[in-house]
């Protein structure tokens, strides 16, 4: 009869984050990216890049968009488990006229309390992300560092989540 008690209370606890049930699957709004880039490609067909410098920190946010950088939403999935889903939602612009959306399994990377930290990285394996999420106060965010033909680089998402 204890070892009931016990593994009931145990479950309780593992699914509650300071009284407040988990969620397996989270939306998220990203309401900001930061981005700074090391430009290195020495080539006259790309004018502005005929040195290797780093380039100024760019900054877009819902109320001043801007067509560099794209806002994408996020949708997380399988939370409970060590291998989460992200869908990553490309908005319609001039790249994708329809808009597209990206499925990733990612890998948990850490968990405690109200924090988990997921890892995932493009097919290529040139663009790798971490996001940590707080569960209880439903928000996130992302990292992104990638390296390119032209550039490497990192991307700072901010997100709200529901």
């Not at 699914?15 to 998220?28: A, D, F, H, N, W």
């Not at 001043?64 to 291998?83: G, H, P, W, Y």
Request: net charge positive.
């Amino acid at each position: 009869m204890k070892k009931i008690i016990v593994f009931t209370f145990t479950l309780l606890i593992s699914r509650s984050v300071y009284g407040q049930e988990q969620s397996s699957v989270l939306q998220c709004k990203c309401n900001e990216k930061i981005n700074k880039d090391y430009v290195f490609l020495l080539s006259d067909t790309i004018k502005d890049f005929k040195e290797k410098k780093w380039l100024p920190i760019k900054t877009v946010s819902r109320e001043v968009m801007n067509q560099e950088l794209i806002l994408r939403d996020k949708i997380f999935a399988k939370l409970d488990s060590k291998t989460p889903i992200i869908k990553s939602i490309t908005p319609p612009h001039g790249y994708f006229p329809e808009g597209e959306i990206t499925e990733f399994e990612g890998s948990l990377i850490h968990r405690s309390g109200s924090i988990l930290m997921i890892k995932w990285e493009n097919p290529s394996a040139n663009k790798v992300w971490i996001a940590t999420i707080n569960l209880e106060q439903k928000k996130a965010i992302i990292t992104e560092s990638y390296e390119g033909l032209t550039s490497f680089g990192i991307n700072i998402e901010i997100l709200d989540c529901k």
